[in-house]
């Protein structure tokens, strides 16, 4: 009876021991990578497939100490996706990580009056998907056509914000989630406006105006100027031209405004087809409700301070030119 009672009691210090030993080795931070590691698990990964992936990528010391914690964690769902490791972490803050589905994302900042050339190109440096297939999903209106029968495209709809994306976003996803924002926001203005002559207005504001308490000035130009039959002559709208027609480049040239493109305000009277970039809800309110004011122009002060000069009459006007040529040759 001794015996068995020495044996019993060495096999439970040893059970401790060892328990203390793989509690201690759960818990060690590793790190056999040097640069950062994303990896992506897709939807069907096996335990054992995510184990050896994380041991072959140097980011856990050992596969089995990850299949140990899943057979004495039986509850926990292991989540797929893309998963960032850049510091030295244990298996079980892996294993924790992965359970939580602790995925990784990208920002795609959107900044207000980008435009959706810009918001590829954003796309394209974060490579999570070819910024052509986001162009192709952009030009088509049908998320929003309920909304605007009339939007030719996405454009204006894009709502400016921070997105989270990864590479499992599709550019028709990331596009409905855009304008379901712009939704969310146009729905708390509580307006019964037409949302393509706003949205189009604003987005002529946004590009023009860059001091934001300017923005229902250059709003009330743009409004008294339609309400007349001047044309607007806004420079945004030439260079919006020749980017749907892949001929901008860079400055505004006399061809551009010389263009039959309906986007040339300088060509035709009236409000573009469209918006002309994305605007912020600054904007868009100002778009709602432009000041009460004379003023048939504006033009850049050139003093550094992002302002402009307002004028009622043309001879002010040319006056507040020369002053602004005046600013930029100093």
């Known amino acids: 009876m001794k015996t068995l009672v020495r044996f019993v009691f060495v096999v439970v210090i040893l059970l401790i021991a060892g328990g203390g030993l793989l509690w201690r080795s759960l818990k060690e931070p590793y790190q056999g990578f040097q640069e950062a590691k994303i990896l992506d698990f897709p939807r069907g990964t096996s335990t054992g497939e995510m184990a050896m992936e994380l041991e072959t990528n140097g980011v856990i010391r050992s596969s089995w100490l990850f299949r140990i914690l899943k057979v004495l964690s039986p509850g926990a769902a292991l989540q797929a996706g893309e998963y960032k490791f850049d510091k030295p972490e244990s298996t079980l803050e892996v294993f924790r990580k992965i359970a939580r589905g602790d995925t990784f994302y990208y ?3 959107v900044p207000e009056g980008q435009n959706m050339f810009d918001i590829a190109e954003s796309i394209r440096e974060l490579k999570i998907f070819p910024a052509e ?9 049908e998320l ?19 997105y989270r994306v990864n590479r499992q976003t599709t550019a028709k996803g990331l596009c409905r989630t855009m304008t379901s924002r712009f939704r969310a926001m146009w729905q708390k203005l509580n307006t019964q406006a037409d949302a393509h002559q706003v949205v189009t207005l604003a987005s002529l504001v946004e590009r023009e105006a860059h001091n934001p308490d300017e923005r229902p000035l250059v709003a009330s130009v743009f409004h008294n100027r339609l309400s007349i039959g001047m044309k607007l002559d806004c420079d945004p709208t030439t260079v919006y031209a020749a980017l749907l027609e892949g001929r901008y480049r860079g400055t505004i040239h006399k061809s551009d405004l010389e263009s039959e493109s309906k986007y040339n305000t300088y060509a035709h009277p009236g409000l573009p087809p469209g918006p002309i ?17 004379e003023y048939l122009y504006f033009v850049a002060k050139g003093d550094g301070s992002g302002g402009h ?19 930029t040759r100093n």
Not at 277 to 292: Q, V
């Open 309 to 327: 000069t307002f004028s009622q009459s043309l001879a002010k006007h040319l006056a507040a030119v020369a002053g602004y040529r005046k600013n």
């Open 107 to 109: 920002e795609l900042v």
């Open 277 to 293: 970039a994305n605007p912020g809800i600054g904007s868009i309110k100002a778009a709602l409700a432009p000041a009460e004011t």
């Open 133 to 141: 297939r986001f162009l192709q999903a952009a030009r088509d209106p």
């Open 144 to 162: 929003i056509k309920d909304l605007d029968p009339l939007a030719p495209s996405l454009e204006g709809y894009l709502f400016p914000d921070t």
